[in-house]
């Protein structure tokens, strides 16, 4: 098989030839274009960008092209659930008709997160009878169960993925079995690196052809130099609207009373010290108490002087810890694992303490969770630089999605001549099966009529669609709102989205027709609801992002005037398009999506918004909808 990517022809006939395997699946002529298009980009190493509509069939228009080229390529997904989907389903369907036609096997591996596995020197020290119950001492009679029923699956399971379970264990439990990179100290150091589930996965992943992994990792690999996936020609970020969020989050320090609890603990498991854990305590809250008030609001830089000297005081008191770690002695191989991760556990705090110490202007500082857990965070202004030496530079990325957000490129620095962009469009045919309602007639989103005005509208949209609603808001507050009246007022079952987990949920919803789900943000994307179920989206405000997002803030104001434009707009549409995609899921899909806020109709930013949704017909004439919805 030659390096160089097969000609134009060849790609397709092995579209084709994958095709004819699937039931009930033909080929579809932007999931051509998309595998032309990519196979170009690989054979001349351009970057490119690929909008591929719902219905384009986008991961088999990425994965033949792929891996025709006889490339190493990584595939970067959103979800863990999409890499299960692509390792469990895609891949060997790939495989099985691919194989006979380019004349190799095609090997592939996902790779998760250090903390997605067992960890086999855990499970070995829980096996230690008097070790087990002094560490169970703190877990209920639930907790210990699980942790046991992990263990013997720990003699059975190939892998060690959480993914593998048939069941949920309780987060205490999965942790206790489990360990982060943080304190890990490697399989050379580690008594149990021979038969390392975490381990094992890295090593099929460094001689398979397609490593799937998830964006997060990605990002970590970026942010460590390259020091979590093995060397790799091709990237192709799915979902790729996703990549300047959790590239950002990734390449995060963040420091809370939690961590150093953390660390806390895993000191007192190697000596019960109580001077140097009270001191340790006695920082963690004091620092608590600094930022608590500050919750999502940006920290000035440098850090203010007394986050600043409790700062320097914790990482004087953690040195002093390491110091006393590095003096004990021990022949027993459980203790000098503990003794390791509390090392390494320690070490990483320092560094995020010197880190955020010295953090310039191009970082941003602001306080993320709650009052009673509130996390400091520094994360770059931009992720371009990270993504410029660790990704842009040195391999062929491809980015695809169903809606790519209108600044992409410069978002995560792609410079314009070094990366093509194209547009597939969607096979479905938008003009004729589904309408675009905006309710130009309620109230403006800050008006102290809107609530009333929108449960009015949302009773004669559900009742037109006769139930059969996906009902998506930008607040917990105005979906409990509508929830509460709508279950009042109309005889259709109203699923809300914390009844149930989410795919439960989903499946719940989609077995009921009349049924609908009133859900937040969670939900603008991963439901996939063919058919009769879903007749109607509503989304009751344009998903502008907060004003005061601490770092989003940081970014408009870097920009000046034009930031609304630049941020705001695309980040709202991106969100919109998302939602609407809800609606269409199959070439038989019809129905509705309607859009409660006045502004999409009114405002001069309304037409790039609608610009990104699929097109649809358009109306603001209620009775329009009623017609169509009785028609279908």
């Known amino acids: 098989m030659p390096a160089k990517a097969q000609h134009e022809h060849d790609v397709v006939d092995l579209l084709q030839a994958v095709v004819d395997t ?75 008709a691919l194989t006979p036609l380019i004349g190799r096997e095609i090997t592939w591996a996902v ?78 150091r580690c008594p149990s690196g021979e038969t390392c589930f975490a381990e094992r996965a890295r090593d099929s992943a460094s001689i398979a052809d397609v490593i799937v992994v998830n964006t ?22 799915d ?52 930022i608590a008030g500050d919750v999502d609001k940006r920290v000035p830089l440098p850090l203010p002087d007394d986050i600043q000297d409790v700062l320097a005081r914790l990482r004087l008191k953690i040195d002093e810890a390491v110091s006393g770690l590095k003096a004990i002695s021990s022949n027993d191989e459980s203790a000098k694992q503990r003794i ?86 969607s096979p479905f045919d938008y003009e004729n099966s589904a ?7 309620l109230p403006l989103p800050n008006d102290p009529r809107r609530d009333d005005a929108v449960h009015g509208e949302l009773e004669k949209l559900i009742n037109a669609a006769q139930g059969r609603t996906l009902a998506l808001f930008t607040t917990y507050r105005a979906m409990h709102a509508a929830a509460d009246e709508m279950s009042r007022r109309l005889e ?22 009349s049924s609908c789900l009133f859900a937040t943000a969670g939900f603008f994307q991963g439901v996939d609801v063919p058919g009769q179920t879903l007749s109607l989206v509503v989304i009751d405000k344009i998903p502008f992002p907060r004003p005061d997002d601490p770092l989003l803030s940081a970014r408009r104001d870097e920009i000046g005037k034009t930031s609304f434009s630049e941020i705001d707009i695309p980040l709202a549409a991106t969100q919109l398009a ?13 129905g509705v999506v309607a859009i409660l806020d006045p502004r999409l109709a009114t405002k001069g930013y309304g037409k790039k918004l609608v610009s990104t949704l699929p097109p649809m017909k358009r109306t603001i004439e209620f009775s329009e909808v009623a017609q169509f919805l009785k028609s279908i």
Not at 41 to 63: C, F, P, S
Not at 157 to 166: E, F, I, K, V, Y
Not at 492 to 513: G, N, T
Request: hydrophobic letters at 40%; charged letters at 20%.
């Open 340 to 425: 390791l991760r509390g090392q390494m556990l320690s070490n990483r705090l320092i560094d995020v303490i010197d880190g955020s110490l010295t953090a310039g202007s191009r970082t941003v500082a602001f306080v993320s969770g709650s009052k009673d857990r509130p996390v400091l965070e520094l994360a770059p202004l931009h992720v371009g630089p990270s993504l410029n030496s660790g990704v842009w530079s040195k391999r062929t990325a491809i980015l695809t999605s169903a809606t790519i957000p209108l600044a992409m490129p410069a978002r995560v620095g792609l410079e314009e001549d070094e990366v093509d962009a194209i547009d597939v469009g």
């Open 239 to 290: 979902e790729a609207h996703q990549l300047e969020d959790v590239m950002s989050a990734s390449v995060s320090m963040a420091i809370s009373p939690g961590s150093i609890q953390h660390v806390i603990g895993a000191l007192r498991s190697i000596v019960r010290d109580d001077a140097l854990s009270g001191s340790l305590q006695q920082l963690a809250s004091e620092f608590g108490g600094y």
């Open 492 to 513: 259709y079952k109203v699923w809300r989205q914390d009844d149930l987990p989410k795919m439960a949920l989903v499946d719940a919803f989609a077995a009921e027709e």
């Open 216 to 237: 997060h990792i990605y990002g970590l690999d970026v942010a460590t130099d390259g020091a979590l996936l093995p060397e790799h020609d091709v990237v192709i970020f």
């Open 578 to 590: 998302q939602a609407a995609g809800r609606l269409i899921r199959s070439r038989k899909d019809t």
């Open 111 to 188: 790779l998760k997160g250090r903390n997605n596995y067992l960890c086999a020197q855990r499970i070995a020290e829980i096996q230690e009878p008097k070790q087990h119950k002094l560490d169970l001492q703190e877990f209920s009679t639930q907790v210990k169960s699980d942790i046991d029923k992990l263990v013997a699956w720990s003699e059975t399971t190939n892998t060690g993925d959480s993914g593998d379970l048939s069941w949920s264990p309780r987060d205490a439990a999965w942790r206790h079995v489990s360990i982060g990179s943080d304190e890990c100290p490697g399989a050379s």
């Open 435 to 441: 309408i675009l309602y905006c309710a130009k007639h």
């Open 22 to 96: 699937l039931p009930n699946v033909e080929a579809r002529s932007g999931q051509v274009t998309m595998a032309r298009a990519i196979a170009d980009a690989i054979d001349n190493e351009r970057h490119l960008i690929v909008q591929a509509g719902t219905g384009t069939g986008k991961t088999l228009g990425y994965l033949v092209p792929a891996i025709a080229s006889g490339k190493r390529v990584v595939v970067s997904t959103y979800t863990k659930a999409l890499q299960d989907q692509l390792a469990k389903h895609d891949l060997p369907v790939l495989s099985s």
